[in-house]
């Protein structure tokens, strides 16, 4: 053992100039040469204003986030999409909400643009139904009330309820598109830092010159 760190220690000095300029020299190869990768990321964002029509699910922004990452509005949207598309989707999607009736969808990553507007058409279609549903009783409860006869007594009563019930008219409004969908495309790079490659240039040269040194001894003793 001691005549094998004899002869380690031999070699040592006997390479110690390139033992020590071979790591200083490939941590300063590592920290000129990047090896970072420029990726593209697709950024799709909408911005839309909620309903107005007394319906807990789809007028109150507080709700939005449960109803658009849900399984079920998910499968309806992306009927092709496997479980594993969907629980994608569901974590690409941001929700920002800005007011009780103003909310953001915003999507980051491949076919941005295409997700997001499929997810705001059947938000928008949703909606609709509903608005549609909800006008169509309040029309027809106007229609009723005014083809009724009352007593001259139930008059003003009558007026009063078709005052109300017009008036419902006017300021019940369906979901509309603040900000239509604009996509933006961002570039990364994505890698190790100059640091971490100084470190690691500088690394892998201590173990060549390990090996250099050290293995050749070892090889040696053992034939011996």
Do not use: W
């Not at 079920?72 to 974590?91: A, G, H, N, R, W």
């Amino acid at each position: 053992m001691n005549g094998l760190l004899k002869r380690i220690g031999v070699r040592i000095k006997k390479y110690i100039v390139f033992l020590i300029v071979l790591p200083l020299l490939l941590g300063i190869v590592g920290y000129f040469i990047s090896p970072s990768v420029q990726t593209n990321e697709n950024t799709a964002s909408i911005t839309i204003k909620t309903g107005s029509y007394n319906d807990a699910s789809l007028n109150d922004t507080k709700e939005i986030p449960v109803l658009l990452t849900s399984d079920s509005f998910l499968k309806e949207t992306f009927p092709d999409f496997s479980s594993e598309q969907v629980e994608e989707v569901k974590q690409k999607l941001m929700i920002e909400i800005q007011s009780n009736h103003l909310f953001q969808l915003s999507y980051q990553g491949e076919d941005s643009s295409e997700i997001l507007k499929k997810i705001s058409e059947t938000f928008m279609a949703k909606d609709q139904k509903l608005f549609s549903s909800k006008q169509s009783v309040i029309q027809s409860n106007i229609e009723e009330l005014e083809n009724e006869a009352v007593s001259d007594d139930s008059k003003v009563d009558k007026q009063r309820f078709l005052y109300e019930l017009e008036t419902t008219m006017l300021t019940i409004e369906p979901a509309q598109t603040i900000y239509p969908l604009t996509a933006e495309e961002e570039t990364k790079s994505a890698g190790m830092s100059a640091k971490k490659r100084v470190v690691l240039g500088v690394l892998i040269g201590l173990a060549i010159s390990f090996c250099l040194v050290v293995v050749p001894e070892i090889f040696r003793e053992t034939n011996d």
